[in-house]
């Protein structure tokens, strides 16, 4: 057990127990609304800039590393140049691999938290169980797919599989669903407790940092970041977890404190909606962060043996949050439930563990907004700009950083801070239109046409936005829009083939 357990616990409730690993109750009074900035001491802050300076040191050190790589010698200057920059040259190893793919995946830590500080265990499924299936389904049978052909982007790829048309829709797609606007909802409403300013100030301050150092090294500064980022994160939220337990005692305190909801997989929502998540849990098939460390990997073991070692970690990370979502509710059940957990975190953890704690928190969003960024900037530079000026892709991927820097914070302000709406809309979209189209042409090769890829996820898109935009009564009304695009979009497949006959015999 670690001491500062065991110190803070008799500070402030009791005694340990001779020869048991127990605690008696914590009697320690947490507040609803606590002041962040006066909260922090100088030993957590210390703490904090140790941890970004360490961030900053990583990124300094991989960017040293990369005039090391040898890569293809059949390749070009320019191409190795391009390589190294998007993917890392190719040589990601298995605990990077697994240490910025752990850290991408899981920005949204404010929006699970309040989910578990609401609903409980149903936080676990929707945001844990759905996801790992669709890990091991990535890991088992698309990574051997994916890896041959040899792409730079997911667009790239779909235009092997598809065409060229299908590139693009894939590319638009691409850009809207990784512009990180959650994340930089999250991160500015963390900043604006601790710092005087408007969330607007304080989303463009997160978004200038992560755009310098997206800019000055590339992928190879973003995963040498994530590797520290991914290391305090796992740890700031087991730390919380097991804080947790040993103060207040396991699930017999948690079920005589909470609502039976909370325990319920469902959490008191319905079947279909629980379901939702798991259409939603879908689109990581064709998540572009996914695709890009895939195609940044040494080779296909490193893929695969990394995805299902990042599902087990997010298994104890998701266990984690959930617990302190939940614990957050039985300590402090009047607190907004956005900023619940972290507001229940600041009162139990001692000086110095605080200030991990919260250097956590920033690690967990940052390294996905990141990742997500410069994502979006590689659509516009590899798959958006015209081929002709494609010669010229360092300008536009820098230039491209920074229009989708701007237009994110634009964009993460109109949804005023609800992390949850920004979301699901964005997510509705990716995966209704276009999950559909690529995993038929994985599961189908070469049966799928360019055009037919195109009018079905065009398809999509008008269904989802008509459902989302269309006032509805009766049982429609609890009909989702992802539902209804998914069905269109596979109709739009299926009468293509048709709709193109009758054109030809009428001509």
Known sequence: MPPFI?????????????NKLEFQPM?????????????????????????????????????????????????????????????????????????????????????????????????????????????????????????????????????????????IVAAIFTFFNTLPVAYTISIGLVLQLFFP?????????????????????????IVFSDFVQFTVMVSSVILVALTSVFSFGGISFLQSKLPATHFSPTGGYGIGATLIWGFIALSTLVDPGFYQRVFAAKNDKTAKVGILISTLIWFVFDICTTLGGMYARATIPDAEPSFAYMIYTAQLLPNGLRGFFFAGIIATILSTLD???????????????????????????????MAVGILTVLLANSFEGDIKTAWKTLGSYFASCLLLPVMYGHIFPKKISDG??????????????????????GLWAEVDELYVGIVITTLGILLFPLLRDMTKQKK
């Not at 040898?70 to 390749?75: G, L, P, Q, R, W």
């Not at 190294?84 to 404010?110: K, N």
């Not at 300013?197 to 500064?221: E, F, H, K, P, Q």
């Open 371 to 401: 990742s997500y960024l410069f994502i979006a900037g590689t659509t516009i530079s590899v798959d958006l700009v015209p081929k002709k000026l494609q010669q010229k892709k360092f300008i536009f991927h820098h230039l491209g950083l």
């Open 452 to 473: 037919q890829f195109v009018f079905a996820s065009i398809l999509g898109v008008i269904a989802v936005t008509y459902w989302r935009l269309t006032p509805k009564g």
């Open 197 to 221: 300013g408007t969330l607007l100030l304080m989303m463009s301050i997160a978004m200038a940092v992560a755009i310098i150092y997206s800019i000055w090294g590339g992928l190879r500064a």
């Open 6 to 18: 065991s110190n803070y616990h008799i500070k402030y409730a009791g005694i340990l127990q001779p």
């Open 27 to 167: 009697n320690k009074t947490f507040e609803s609304k606590i002041d962040f900035s006066n909260i922090m001491s100088v030993l957590d802050w210390s703490i904090f800039i140790a941890i970004l300076a360490t961030t900053y040191a990583a990124v300094i050190y991989g960017n040293r590393l990369k005039n090391k790589v040898d890569n293809n010698k059949s390749e070009t200057i320019e191409q190795k140049n391009i390589l190294e920059f998007l993917l890392m040259g190719r040589q990601l190893t298995l605990p990077l691999f697994v240490g910025t793919l752990v850290a991408t995946w899981y920005g949204g830590i404010l929006g699970v938290t309040k989910i578990a500080f609401e609903s409980g265990i149903y936080n676990f499924i929707t945001q844990g169980f759905f996801w790992y299936l669709t890990y091991v389904i990535f890991a088992l049978f698309l990574v051997k797919k994916i890896r041959p052909y040899n792409a730079l982007t997911l667009p790239d790829m779909v235009n092997k599989m598809f065409g060229p048309k299908a590139s």
